[in-house]
């Protein structure tokens, strides 16, 4: 056995040396090779290898495999040499080796929801050729009731995570995302909010360590990569510091029995006056209960279009305490005992997904979602004081001039006023009434109806500039939006970065930068909004200036 090993490795190198040679010899082909050298042999990965030459259509089926944007898809859009999917944590490090031996960009994708698909295509101005390296193979979980933990690979979705781990508990949960179908790896890089996140924080303020490999292809835990490498990776954003393996999470409790409900009230019913009173008691009721708001377009009872607010919520508790709860803080939304529904924290994370009612939480192990993709284009911004009543009728105005808009107001408050902006890198804490969303979709592939779109979700965003925070006009990194600004090809400064960079992260930004540089100095980990490297030392005889 062992001699068969080593004559396939020298095989494989006499091929890989052989291509020095050959100008015909692909990147792909030499990728290949490598790989072969720096893998277990004793692992076939032969069908991890998906090329637009050599199987079109495989190719485009991967590709397509979890991208939740078909803006990013387009034939205009570059896509990748190759896809490699790894099969075990040891194809990410020779990835990564291989990538850099071929001196080619490695693009990463844990789950696809990425808002600008820049995990899996890229907007460089400039060509630049890459390879995705998939991880949606790498899903395990192992779920510790006793620790209170549980171990989650970067490509298992966050509905696999929530039901294995109601599987073994019904009074553990963990708080993170409301979409059930987005990958871990992803979505704890930016933060993670979910809908307990007013009760526990964020599912990056839930981490206890991770697994990541570093720009050398080494795998480091959080003893080997050490405190700050450890905060960079909880909020500072994806593609940045390495390649996520793995995150070991803090289960928290949960009762045996929540509370839901969904509340529609349009223009004609006083939406207005209570969306008002909302931005004062959302980020300061009782921290067991989130009240989200869903705004869109629907026809009024005399067939016209109209705006309507739909107010939706997970209350840690039974119906009884919610409504007094309601009853003392919000009374304006009129809650009755029949809008409520009682239901396990499983049952839960269907309801606010969106999912129809007799969808059993088995669905939840498919890792996909039931909803159509469509192309789309998204912005956000963090309120800090209430939208005046005048504020809120000219929003509808811009809101009723699009065929297809959508907004999603998320409170805060709670534990999300009592962490520090420091704690981790996500940097949206005390002061924040909620988060706002700014959607619109369209099916029409056609770039005439795409800018229509894009135009109008850009005047909005320019209206709400008036009232929501500013210096800087915050955004959150996991609606990820390139209008904010790009890197040229890798090579943008501090200053050309700190455009977005302070957005997304405020104070944060500087020391991100600072580990970014001693972790990465040769600025391996790159993409269109990802963090710079100074262009000196980041301390002096070899010691770090990081804190």
């Known amino acids: 056995m062992a ?58 089926s991967v ?63 400039r060509s630049v050729s890459f390879i995705l390296l998939d991880l949606a193979k790498l899903r395990a979980i192992k779920v510790d009731i006793e620790d209170n933990s549980a171990w989650v690979q970067a490509g298992a979705t966050i509905g696999e995570v929530y039901y294995r781990i109601a599987e073994k508990s019904k009074t553990h949960g963990y708080p993170a995302g409301l979409c059930t179908s987005l990958g871990i790896g992803g979505h704890i890089t930016g933060g993670a909010y ?3 996140m007013r009760k526990y924080g964020l599912g990056a303020d839930n981490v206890v360590d991770a697994r990541i490999v570093d720009a050398s292809g080494r795998i480091l835990d959080r003893a080997l990569m ?40 349009i223009l004609e019913t006083g939406a207005t006056k209570v969306l008002n009173k909302w931005q004062h008691v959302a980020h300061k009721i009782d ?66 997904a969106g999912y129809p009612s007799n969808i059993k939480p088995e669905f939840l192990l498919q890792g996909k979602s039931l909803f159509p993709t469509v192309n789309f284009k998204a912005k956000s911004d ?25 907004m999603i107001w998320n409170p805060y408050g709670g534990m999300m006023g009592k962490i520090s ?14 988060k706002i969303q700014y959607l619109t979709a369209w099916t029409d592939g056609d770039k005439r109806t795409a800018d229509k779109h894009i135009n109008w979700i850009r005047g909005l965003y320019e209206y709400m500039g008036t009232f929501v925070s500013k210096f ?19 090579n943008s400064n501090f200053l050309e970065a700190s455009v977005w960079g302070k957005k997304y992260y405020k104070n944060n930004y500087d020391r991100l930068v600072l580990v970014k540089t001693e972790v990465d100095p040769d600025n391996f980990f790159w993409h269109e909004q990802s963090l710079p490297i100074l262009p000196f030392k980041v301390g002096q005889d070899g010691k770090s200036l990081i804190h």
């Open 226 to 265: 050490g405190e700050d490498l450890f905060w960079a990776i909880r909020g500072g954003g994806g593609g940045s510091f390495g390649i996520i393996l793995a995150w070991k999470v803090r289960l928290v409790p949960v009762p045996s029995t929540v509370t839901v409900f969904t509340v529609p009230k």
């Open 3 to 60: 001699s068969s090993i080593s004559m396939n490795i020298l095989f494989s190198f006499i091929l890989l040396f052989s291509a020095s040679c050959v100008v015909s010899y692909t990147i792909q082909d030499q990728f290949y090779q490598c790989i072969t050298l720096h893998s277990d042999s004793s692992i076939p990965f032969s069908t991890a290898f998906f090329t637009p030459t050599s199987n079109a259509t495989s190719f485009n």
């Open 287 to 352: 921290e067991d209960l989130f009240i989200r708001i869903l705004i869109t377009t629907v026809n009024s009872t005399k067939g016209k279009k109209t705006v309507q607010t739909a107010y939706q919520a997970l209350f840690l508790g039974k119906t009884d305490r919610l409504l007094d709860v309601m009853n003392h803080s919000f009374p304006e939304l009129g809650l009755t005992r029949k809008d409520c529904v009682e239901m396990s924290w499983i049952q839960s994370v269907i309801y606010i």
């Open 194 to 196: 979910g809908p307990m």
């Open 472 to 490: 800087p006009r915050e955004a959150y990194v996991n609606y990820r939006d390139l209008d904010l600004g790009m890197n040229k090809n890798a």
């Open 382 to 406: 963090f309120l800090r004081v209430p939208v005046p009543v005048t504020g809120l009728q000219g929003m509808w105005e811009k809101f009723l001039q699009d065929d297809s808009p959508m």
């Open 421 to 434: 902006e420091s704690s981790i890198p996500f940097p949206h804490r005390k002061g924040v009434i909620c």
């Open 63 to 125: 590709l397509k495999s979890t991208a939740q944007n078909l803006r990013c898809l387009t034939p205009s859009q570059q896509k990748p040499l190759l896809i490699f999917t790894a099969l075990i944590e040891s194809h990410v490090q020779a990835a990564v080796i291989c990538a850099k031996e071929l001196k080619v960009q490695l693009r990463v994708r844990s789950g696809g929801h990425d808002y600008e698909g820049i995990s899996y295509t890229s907007e460089m101005k």
